[in-house]
């Protein structure tokens, strides 16, 4: 956390927020910030959302994805607290692989992966996947796959998951985030 707290202090911060909805109403709340230091680049996000679904739903996100100066993925955290229970991903670089351990609501994964992490998905607040064909979900702890879908558009695929980026002059305006019962769209506000 130190490492956070220093990047904080001598680089550059970027913050984006979104509004979470389901049906066009605003059920929660999305903060998306890079920091930039002269070690490396620091991605979080931090969501909160909460709405009625035959009982109360809270579901609270917390990303942060430290990467080096030439993005290479170092270690990220990304912790949930819902209504289901507390669950947690962490994937670590260990000089010559990453080790993986994601625990999420109904999906875990415990692997290692040889192959430098240059792309995550934090980044695509930030800026848009171009020549991409994959990236990896923090959250899943493993690969996703990339397909622009028009121009601005990209549809982002790992599992049974599938998210559409929508981007205007480089800046993330929204995602739709596709579920079985009702889609989840991130609106950015700011």
């Known amino acids: 956390m130190v490492w956070l707290v220093r990047h904080e202090a001598v680089g550059q911060l970027v913050t984006h ?23 490396g680049l620091v991605y979080s996000q931090v969501s909160n959302t909460e709405f009625w679904f035959f009982g109360k739903i809270k579901i609270h996100y917390k990303t942060v994805a430290q990467c080096s100066t030439s993005q ?41 992966e040889k192959q430098p992490v240059m792309f995550v998905t ?20 493993d690969f996703a796959v990339v397909e622009p879908t028009s121009r601005g558009s990209y549809r982002v695929r790992v599992h049974d998951r599938e998210d559409e980026y929508f981007y205007e002059k ?20 700011d």
């Open 170 to 189: 480089g800046q993330l305006v929204r995602i739709v985030k596709k579920n079985p019962l009702k889609n989840f769209v991130i609106r950015r506000v």
């Open 122 to 141: 934090s980044r695509l607040f930030f800026e848009e996947p171009s020549g991409q064909r994959r990236i990896f979900s923090e959250y899943f702890g």
């Open 17 to 39: 927020n979104y509004a979470i909805e389901i049906a066009g109403i605003k059920v929660g709340t999305l903060k998306a910030e890079r920091h930039t230091g002269s070690s």
């Open 72 to 112: 290479q993925l170092q270690r990220s955290d990304v912790d949930a607290t819902t209504s289901k229970g507390n669950f947690k991903s962490t994937v670590e670089w260990r000089g010559d692989h990453y080790t993986i351990q994601a625990n999420q609501y109904k999906y875990e994964r415990q692997a290692t």
